[in-house]
């Protein structure tokens, strides 16, 4: 069974390892790894100061931030991993009837 600080360490890790990829992608991810590196920080105060609510609520937030898609640091590289597809070809469509006219003006005398 794993204790809180056991959870919270685990959970370090994992973002420090997350905040790595986001630095590979430069200054598209800038924000998002100053808000893992911001939340880190918390959690370590809260272990050191063994605050068990601080330490609850950081542990919740780490736990929100979803591992980065390894594609998405290719495509940031500028590596494509499939050929272009082609624009789809356009549909001919049709020509409609001209629209009917319902009123028919004449000039008045």
Known sequence: MNTLEDMLLAEQAR????????????????FA???????????ED???????????RALERLLRFQTLNHLAIQISHGVTTSP?????????????????QFFTWTRAA
């Open 15 to 30: 973002c420090r390892q997350l905040a790595r990829e986001y630095n590979e992608l430069g200054t598209a991810a800038a």
């Open 33 to 43: 790894r100053a808000l893992i590196e911001d939340c880190l920080r918390s959690a």
């Open 46 to 56: 809260a272990l050191q100061n063994r605050q068990l609510v601080a330490m609850q």
């Open 84 to 100: 272009r597809r082609s624009a789809p070809a356009p549909v001919m469509r049709a020509k409609l009837p001209p629209p009917e």
